[in-house]
Nanobody, 117 residues
Framework: QVQLVESGGGLVQPGGSLRLSCAAS????????MGWYRQAPGKQRDLVAT???????NYADSVKDRFTISRDNAKNTVYLQMNSLKPDDTAVYYC???????????WGQGTQVTVSS
């Protein structure tokens, strides 16, 4: 069983920065993909960024050149550095882990990010 715990959300002004963290516990077998998704009120949950167990990254067009996903294997943690934040980035951000063996998906509980002046 894998557990994901997000942290780092909060209120920030437009143009500001935040770093989200996702700490993973349990056995995560390679290959896997870890990622961040977000869901704004009344909207579907959308992909923000992913990183594979071989460090291949992928970003939604709306966050390219502003957000960076990375991971620290020693800490079993994935990060999302968010710069130049916009009000449209306001959403609950969820950490996700997809383990290809068994095709199992895990979700964190989510962390709120609000971009407002």
């Amino acid at each position: 069983q894998v557990q994901l715990v997000e942290s780092g959300g909060g209120l920030v002004q437009p143009g500001g920065s935040l770093r989200l963290s996702c700490a993973a516990s349990g056995s995560i077998f390679r290959p896997y993909v870890m990622g961040w998704y977000r869901q704004a009120p009344g909207k579907q949950r959308d992909l923000v960024a992913t990183i594979t167990s071989t460090d291949i990254t992928n970003y939604a067009d709306s966050v390219k050149d502003r957000f960076t996903i990375s991971r620290d294997n020693a800490k079993n943690t994935v990060y999302l550095q968010m710069n130049s934040l916009k009000p449209d980035d306001t959403a609950v951000y969820y950490c996700n882990c997809y383990v290809r063996i068994g095709a199992t998906t895990y979700w964190g509980q989510g962390t709120q990010v609000t971009v407002s002046s």
